[in-house]
């Protein structure tokens, strides 16, 4: 009798069921992009196979990388189907300020990190008048976004500029956006935020901005390190939950180097917004939220044992 050792690796691939060399080839596209990418060169047959992983999560750091993944995109169209590749995107991170990229043309996007900047220039974003600049790119710049209902779960990104004009246009022009992803967003985070000004101005604008967000049911904010007096705290939690009647957890977190400097009754003030409202949880951070990187925020999304899992996980503990 043969043994395994006879064949060479082709054969002995051949005398699996094509079921399990189907999900053996999956599992290796998932194990990482150097993989999805080799076996998108191997065949037709397993390019259609890893393509879709390979597109299931992306980060975009910058407006070249950015641009290339836009001619990418346009380039893979086949058919005459030129939205196909863009819904395989479940995962996004757009770090840079601003880009010719908006998030609405990618419908299945299930986690998306975004800058301030960027979803204030997605929210007022033109598609005819991108699309006269950019003719070569009309994949991307349709008149008409696709549809979608897919629930989103948003993380804003803390950068360099400056992030209280774009929250405040965004709030005080809310009739004149295109909220489309807005409004699919039903977990929002502001837990990245940990600079102190941009703390604060989040926390002055994040409640008039509640809205645009229709289908919001878990806000996370971070506290400032200089303890909020108690009857700010309280105007806080009462106007998001007054705004946002749909909210079922509003998740304030508090980092370490916060907790180290807020006094005992700073502390006793906290745990009892809990008490007043069960649906405020209080919440220490994790680690240093700032310094998180595109890598880890992906890898917790694909797997999903994201900051909200883990969130939910201790709100139960905690109530």
């Not at 086949?78 to 010719?100: C, F, P």
């Not at 299945?108 to 301030?116: E, F, K, N, Q």
């Not at 979608?148 to 400056?162: A, Q």
Request: proline fraction near 6%; aromatic fraction near 10%.
């Amino acid at each position: 009798m043969a043994s395994v050792g006879d064949y060479d690796k082709g054969s002995v691939l051949s005398l699996l069921p094509p079921e399990l060399i189907l999900k053996i080839l999956d599992l290796a596209a998932a194990s990482s992009k150097t993989s999805a990418l080799a076996l998108c060169l191997v065949s037709s047959w397993t390019y259609k196979l890893a393509w879709p992983r390979l597109l299931s999560t992306v980060t975009l750091a910058g407006g070249l990388q950015t641009r290339e993944f836009m001619l990418m995109l346009l380039y893979s169209c086949k058919d005459g189907d030129n939205t196909a590749s863009a819904a395989l995107v479940r995962h996004l991170w757009l770090a840079q300020e601003t880009s010719d990229l908006n998030p609405v043309y990618f419908p299945a996007i299930s986690d998306l990190a975004i800058t301030p900047e960027h979803i204030y220039y997605a929210a007022y974003w033109d598609a005819r008048d991108s699309r006269s600049d950019n003719s070569h790119l009309g994949y991307i710049f349709l008149d008409d976004p696709p549809q979608s209902r897919t629930p989103l779960r948003m993380t804003l990104l803390p950068t360099s500029s400056d992030t209280a004009y774009y929250m405040k246009r965004l709030a005080r022009d809310a009739d004149l956006v295109f909220p489309t992803v807005l409004a699919r967003t039903t977990h929002l985070s502001y837990a990245l935020f940990v600079d102190e000004a941009a703390v604060r101005v989040v926390f002055d604008w994040a409640v008039p901005l509640l809205p645009l967000f229709t289908s919001l049911t878990h806000l996370a904010m971070s506290l400032p390190e200089a303890a909020c007096p108690q009857e700010r705290l309280q105007q806080f939690c009462a106007n998001a939950l007054a705004r946002r009647p749909t909210l079922q957890a509003l998740i304030l977190v508090v980092s370490a180097s916060a907790r180290a400097k807020y006094t005992g009754m700073d502390i006793a003030s906290l745990d009892s917004l809990h008490e007043r409202w069960p649906r405020v949880y209080i919440m220490d951070a994790e680690g240093s939220p700032g310094d998180i990187s595109a890598d880890a925020w992906l890898e917790d999304a694909r797997t999903g044992d994201d900051f909200w899992a883990r969130a939910a996980r201790r709100c139960a503990m905690a109530s």
